[in-house]
């Protein structure tokens, strides 16, 4: 079955402090992943997806197919990045849709 | 320019009524998803349409559930007789075509009584 996993339903941290935000999938083709953001009285919104390999706004995530992961991660918080994030997958298959987690929510105090 | 629109933003209605939802995409997008996102989770795919067609409705819930996008352009979610358990936020998402990046809406909040 196709499923995401996010362990934190919420993660604290201090401001300039590092973050991870948990992703696992299962899947048993080539999926595509996605980390989806929303931020307080916004819609949801792309991140990043891990086939264009960018880093936005500091963060960054990598696939390991081997741990079927996709943690993103920022060196430094900032109050800023408070917000939910989803991790999402697509099937490798034309016309398959995003799966998403339940989301975690991160807070970065001062 | 515009983004994706969805009316209303809120809907209350009573249990065993009849409620459309509506979502404008953004001009030129041939695909349109609706997710549905009940509390503490994250969306859940009801139907993708590419073009006027609906390409995958496997998500939908049960019949009481239909979509449709007879122009390939604005879509209308619609429920039939509903229950307590369909409150949720209805969210629509456009891309220009399967495979793209989606553009969400604000969603529409139903709160069935």
């Known amino acids: 079955a196709q499923r995401v996993t996010q362990p934190e339903k919420l993660l604290s941290v201090f401001k300039g402090a590092p973050v991870e935000l948990k992703c696992n999938y299962s899947?048993?083709?080539?999926?595509?992943l996605f980390w989806y953001v929303q931020y307080s009285r916004q819609r949801l919104q792309l991140l990043l997806r891990h086939i264009s390999r960018e880093s936005i706004k500091g963060f960054t995530a990598d696939l390991n197919k081997g741990e079927t992961s996709f943690h993103l991660k920022k060196p430094f918080a900032q109050e800023e990045d408070s917000a939910m994030y989803y991790c999402?997958?697509?099937?490798?298959?034309?016309?398959?849709?995003?799966?998403f987690g339940k989301g975690t929510t991160l807070s970065v105090s001062s | 320019g515009a983004g994706v629109s969805q009316t209303p933003s809120n809907k209350v209605t009573e249990k065993g009524k009849y409620v459309e939802l509506r979502c404008d995409p953004i001009?030129?997008?041939?695909?349109l998803y609706w997710y549905r996102q009940s509390l503490g989770q994250g969306p859940e795919f009801l139907i993708y349409?590419?073009?006027?067609?609906?390409?995958?409705d496997s998500g939908l819930p049960n019949d009481r559930f239909f979509a449709v996008r007879p122009e390939g352009s604005v879509s209308t979610l619609k429920i039939q007789r509903t229950e307590r358990g369909d409150s949720a936020v209805y969210l629509c998402?456009?891309?220009?075509?399967?495979?793209?990046?989606?553009?969400f809406g604000p969603g529409t909040r139903l709160t069935v009584l």
């Open positions: 998402a456009s891309s220009l075509t399967w495979g793209n990046e989606q553009f």
């Open positions: 001009s030129g997008h041939t695909a």
């Open positions: 999402a997958l697509r099937g490798d298959q034309a016309g398959t849709a995003l799966i």
């Open positions: 349409f590419q073009g006027t067609g609906a390409a995958d």
């Open positions: 899947y048993s083709g080539s999926p595509e």
